[in-house]
């Protein structure tokens, strides 16, 4: 049954039993209406209500201001947020480039715009990455995919400090960014691989006054709500709710007003056309998203309730908001790894000790040197147990338990001490 489980699974992640029977009542019949949460018209008041809730009880668990930043609910997960964030922030360079020539001529006629625009394009467009793992590697990609490589800088390949494998964070020293770049990218916490950066990276942080800051964007899919995020150093965070948040079906972008209308709006169409860039498709445009509060198409609000529930509680549970989470956070991830660390003949933590994941806990079972046969033993006794879902991704096999926010901390107990017991059998 439910209760004798604990599930280890990286996303779709266990979402805490009561939230999960509040939705199941809610799935049935909303309030006592007679008609349930996912019947209700998205442009229902209860619809609105659940959306707003969510966006307020977001922004004071993780302290965002939303007199600065929008908070907007999407619809084609973390993966769409990897397009989204390209054509948004690439329109925003662009529309930029317009506000700096009709500053210096007025009534530009359009085909000298486009003249100018195509220069600066191939002179000045760079969007760069910084890849640590394999979904911002992903993410990379989709920018060559949607932009070409010419304009797509990587700023740093972690593989390549790493003999070949994801593991470290290099240090900032390294990494090679470009001079006002339209974003700067990173993966805050990657879920595959189980590399964290251990905090926000220095040479990326806003400075006061300055109007050249970099514009920074960060997916947070895997570690959202489980540390203090210098909300005012980025332009645009988003992360997928199947982890932290959520059940799969909504994504969220927190974006900075100043990248969306009245002060930046998308450029025209045509414009976009003429100058051989890609116009987004209308469901990837923050801009009329976050004037339709979310709701310029039909939107899962049951799955928006799901996300609503779950800060809710995180609010009734922990009176210091997301620092008393992170602190459970950081407490099981050392019981998990104090049990790893504990048996080197038994266990190999994959990540460097500075880059290791408090959410994604990656680890080799080496016991006997047939690691195959050890870790096949590992996840059979472990399922015994009702220590589920511990097989890592497939593309890069072994061990990995997603220590998530749903996972209480009797679950890590468990299974640091189900580590233990097996290393020692
Ligand atoms: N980013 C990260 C860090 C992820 O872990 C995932 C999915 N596991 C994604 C992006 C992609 O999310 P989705 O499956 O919602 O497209």
Redesign the pocket.
């Known amino acids: 049954s439910r209760s004798e489980i604990t599930y280890f699974g ?2 779709p992640a266990a979402l805490p039993t009561d939230v999960l029977e509040t939705a199941a009542k809610a799935l049935v019949d909303y309030n006592g209406t007679g008609l349930g949460i996912a019947e209700h018209s998205h442009r229902s008041q209860y619809a609105t209500d659940i959306i707003n809730n969510a966006k307020n009880d977001l922004a004071s668990y993780l302290d965002i201001d939303q007199s600065v930043y929008d908070i907007l609910f999407m619809q084609a ?4 947020e990897f397009s989204a964030v390209v054509y948004n922030l690439v329109g925003a360079w662009v529309q930029n480039k317009i506000f700096e020539a009709s500053k210096e001529v007025t009534d530009i006629p359009q085909d000298e715009l486009v003249r100018r625009l195509k220069e600066k394009i191939a002179n000045e467009l760079k969007l760069d990455y910084i890849v640590t793992g394999s ?1 911002s590697l992903k993410a990379y990609e989709e920018a060559i995919r949607l932009l070409g490589k010419e304009y797509v800088n990587l700023v740093v390949d972690a593989r390549e400090h790493n003999n070949g494998k994801f593991g470290v964070i290099p240090d900032e020293s390294t990494w090679k960014l470009s001079e006002n770049a339209a974003l700067v990218y990173y ?1 805050d ?3 595959v691989d189980g590399v964290e950066f251990p905090a926000f990276p220095e040479i990326l942080r806003s400075k006061p006054d300055s109007d050249s800051n970099p514009i920074v964007v960060a ?1 947070m ?2 570690n959202i709500l489980s540390r203090r995020v210098p909300v005012n150093d980025h332009s645009i965070i988003f992360f ?1 709710a ?1 982890k932290n948040l959520g059940s ?1 079906g909504v ?1 969220v972008a927190v974006v900075k007003k100043t990248f969306l209308p009245p002060v930046t709006p998308q450029p025209q169409p045509d414009i976009m056309r003429k100058i051989g860039l890609p116009v987004p498709p209308i469901m990837m445009e923050y801009a009329p998203i976050a004037k339709n509060n979310s709701l310029y198409n039909t939107l899962s609000i049951f799955d928006v309730f799901i996300a609503g529930q779950v800060l809710k509680k995180l609010l009734a549970t922990y009176p210091d908001k997301v620092d008393g989470q992170r602190k459970v956070a950081e407490q099981k991830a050392q019981l998990i790894y104090g049990a790893l660390d504990k048996f080197p003949d038994v266990y190999k933590v994959v990540p460097s000790k500075g880059a290791r994941s408090r959410m994604n806990i990656c680890f080799r079972v080496i016991k006997n040197g047939d690691v195959d046969a050890a870790e096949k033993e590992f996840l059979a006794q472990a399922t015994k147990l009702g220590l589920t879902g511990l097989k890592g991704h497939r593309s890069v096999g072994g061990m990995r338990a997603s220590n998530y926010n749903s996972i209480s901390l009797e679950g890590a107990q468990k299974l640091a001490k189900f580590i233990a017991d097996f290393a020692q059998s």
């Open positions: 990286a996303g997960g973390g993966t769409g979904w993966c916490n990657e879920t997916d899919s895997s997928g199947q799969a994504a």
